[in-house]
């Protein structure tokens, strides 16, 4: 039995690319998922080209079109998706698209294993994350919840801060390049937060998909060296520039008090960041025995540091 045939839902989007690009590293034959929805959306099609060029094969199908979900799930041993969660980037309840994607794979019959759109906090302990941002955690627990009734064989990945929104901007909201005088800090700075490369998310993810250890778990992405403080962030970055940044401690009440002004969005990343940088949520709990952790699953994995990721936006 060959490595198993990889579909990604949502391949074409900023963690989905490179979940295609790290199946096809590992040698796993892989699918796109082809919407005729994304119509003029041009980065869009030029991403499917460009990963066409690089080895993976697109299956045409639509959200719209349920037998063609079906058809294009037949294809594959695993399933994967990447649907965008966020605001920023789709309409709210985008993710509960993947309830037709679910009943789809159950009527197929022939997937091994189903990795639902996740990829950051852990929903199941998100059960008192504030307005509007809890809506990302909602719809992921209806999503699993749909999953684990039809009996469909999942893994969770908890993938935590992706760096191209947390690392490269030193976590300052809406913006996604470094401050130049000032930074403000979160509270006194000293919550222990986790920032992953997102090319070590795929890489985690694919080598996940076909371990048994993973199979009906969640796979948290904790690798030692990336856990740490938003002070700590800061400080990293001053060393590499060589630059003092001028320091605003923001308080927990005034962060939320911020919130009052701002647009949905804006709400929404506060939320998540209050969650992150003031609770701690990411840090604040021990992985319970049944769960797993990726840097001790694969420690052949040289992930990347946030010290030689920031490097790149000197
Ligand atoms: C860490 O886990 C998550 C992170 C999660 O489970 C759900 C959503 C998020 C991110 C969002 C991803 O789009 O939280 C906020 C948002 C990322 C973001 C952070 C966007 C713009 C910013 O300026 C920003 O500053 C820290």
Redesign the pocket.
Known sequence: MGKSKVLVVGGTGYIGKRMVRASLAQGHITYVLQRPEIGLAMDKVEMLLSLKKEGARLIEGSFSDYGSLVEAVKQADVVISAMS?????SHSHNLLLQLKLVEAIKEAGNVKRFLPS????D?LR?GNAIEP?RV??DDKMTVRKAIEEAKIAFTYIS????AG??AR?L??????VPPKQKVFIYGDGNTKVIFMDEDDVATYTIKAIDDPRTLNKTVYLRPPENIFSHRQLVEMWEKLSRKKLEKIHISGEDFLASMKDMDEIGQ??VG??YH?FYEGC?TNFEIDEGQEEASKLYPEVNYTRMDDYLKQFL
Do not use: R
Not at 118 to 121: Q, T
Not at 159 to 162: E, M
Not at 171 to 176: E, F, K, V
């Open positions: 969660g966020d605001h920023i980037h996740e990829f950051g906090m929903p998100m941002g990302i955690f993938a935590n801060c992706f929104y947390f901007n976590s300052q909201i809406g913006t996604l929404v990343i998540h960041c992150i990411l």
